[in-house]
């Protein structure tokens, strides 16, 4: 038997990026290589990377230096080692990343991710090879599916991508240019790989996509399927108790994803709706494509539809223009919601998108203040939100053994990690939970039922959070 070629990949930056990397790992595991930990094992390293802020791109360039010297010591050895370069840098660059990491091999877009063994052969045969082109078949037809023990070592929460790609261009962003035009899957093909999770032990599906709540897949009946009318499909696939949907955009919030909250149990009351910004001027100039009051608009509906829905959001301050009113627009808005979580940035030049060619005007210290000001308002939110569970029982999915001997840990409803003392019997099971205490963005509690309990496990209340 031909012994197996190792595989590392190392993923940055989005949920899409983690869906994609496992997906590469499932195409090329049918060429007889399979995933090791150590990048200096490998015959061949993947680099699965983000393009989204300078720091993310850059943050690959010194990852390749590192991935030099261990095909060196590999050649050293007298083992071959192939490097590829993955993601929206690869699509972004394409060539120059070889002219500035000569050690690259291969480069490939993600569009491209099924093309892999071929480049591949193309690196081996020719020295490199190189893919950013929009292929015009639909790469999921090709790429494998994952075998029942790859889902099974992937736990009980899962990735699907139901969606890719962005139309919106808001002038910072480089997603546009990196994943290409919007495109949507069709049902049935997301209703076949969900059914596929389910038998495999998977509780929780999140649908993944740069714009997901643009689905517009089609259906069954050969009609247009939304966004809500999906999650209406997945809710009913026997295992499936938990839906979740992200990243979402303001504009394309509409009657039937607020219908899903409001019908189904399954769909989790927690929603990422980005924002960026709380000043209409500064929306405008991002080309967000909503005001301020259609976001708080949003909000409300679907706080109509389900009363104990919590938000989280994404903020970028320093965009080109922002004024210290703009900025105090941000902080009232932030004020107004009460997030239970969010992510802020400092404004990221991107080449090629026209906010990179606006003047800047926001200096770097002004902007190293209002991104601590306005993350010291999200984290207070954030803390009291998370502190608000206490005394109450809230149902958590556990997904794994902590680091602390005796504990496992799942998620809550609002992604919260949550830790009991259990048996590992109860992973993959949704019980509930009587929280006793806080430690960081960990709760800790104990099984409201204590049947499931089992085993010799200190009180819970006496152990610290490891994991
Ligand atoms: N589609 C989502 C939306 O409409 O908000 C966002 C997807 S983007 C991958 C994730 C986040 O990165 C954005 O919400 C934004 O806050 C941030 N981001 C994108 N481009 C950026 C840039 N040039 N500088 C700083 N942050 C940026
Ligand atoms: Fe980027 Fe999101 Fe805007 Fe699309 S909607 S351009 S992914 S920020």
């Keep these: 038997m031909k012994t197996p070629r190792k595989l590392h990949i190392k993923s940055y930056g989005c949920q899409m990026n983690v869906y994609d990397a496992q997906r590469m790992v499932d195409t090329l595991a049918r060429e007889g290589f399979v995933e090791t930990a150590r990048a200096e094992d490998a015959d061949l390293v993947i680099l699965n990377t983000c393009h989204i802020r300078e720091k993310a791109s850059e943050k690959v360039y010194s990852e390749l230096g590192r991935m030099r010297l261990a095909k060196e010591e590999a050649a050293r050895d007298g083992r071959e080692m192939r490097i590829a370069v993955a993601g929206c840098v690869a699509q972004a660059e394409g060539e120059e990343i070889i002219h500035r990491a000569p050690a690259v091999d291969i480069v490939v877009g993600p569009q491209s991710y099924h093309h892999l063994p071929q480049l591949l052969a193309r690196a081996e045969r020719d020295g490199k090879a190189i893919e950013t082109e929009f292929p015009t078949e639909d790469k999921f037809t090709f790429l494998a599916e994952p075998k029942p023990a790859a889902i099974r070592a992937r736990g009980v929460s899962a990735f699907v991508t139901v969606q890719e790609g962005c139309d919106k261009f808001c002038t910072f962003c480089v997603v546009p240019y990196t994943r290409g035009a919007e495109v949507s899957r069709p049902v049935e093909k997301i209703v076949d790989d969900v059914k596929r999770l389910a038998d495999n032990g998977v509780r929780e599906l999140t649908l993944i996509g740069q714009n997901v709540n643009a689905y517009h897949g089609e ?219 806080l430690e960081r963005y960990s709760l800790l509690g104990e099984l409201a039922s204590p049947e499931f309990s089992r085993g010799t496990a200190p009180a819970a209340s006496s152990v610290s959070i490891g994991a």
């Design 219 to 437: 259906g069954p009946d050969g009609r247009s399927w939304a966004l809500g009318k999906l999650l209406h499909r997945l809710a009913d696939v026997p295992g499936i108790a938990r839906l979740r949907y992200s990243t979402s955009h303001p504009r394309d919030v509409d009657d039937s994803l607020i219908s899903a909250h409001r019908d189904l149990p399954a769909v989790m009351p927690f929603v990422h709706l980005p924002v960026q910004s709380g000043s209409d001027r500064i929306l405008a100039a991002m080309n967000r494509k909503h005001t301020v009051r259609e976001y708080h608009d949003a909000i409300e509906r679907f706080r109509k539809a389900r009363q104990d829905i919590a938000f989280s959001s994404d903020f970028i301050v320093g965009f080109p223009g922002e004024s210290k009113q703009d900025f105090a627009a941000t902080l009232a808005l932030v004020t107004q919601i009460g997030y239970a979580a969010a992510y802020s940035f400092k404004y990221s030049p991107r080449p090629g998108t026209p906010a990179a060619e606006m003047q800047e005007t926001v200096s770097a210290a002004d902007m190293d203040e209002r991104l601590v000001r306005l993350q010291e308002l999200i984290d207070s939110q954030q803390s009291a939100f998370n502190r608000a569970a206490i005394g109450t029982t809230v149902d958590v999915l556990f997904e794994r053994a902590a680091r602390n001997p005796g504990q496992i840990v799942g998620r809550t409803a609002y992604l919260q990690p949550a830790h009991v003392m259990a048996s590992p019997d109860i992973i993959g099971e949704i019980l509930p939970v009587k929280i006793k205490s």
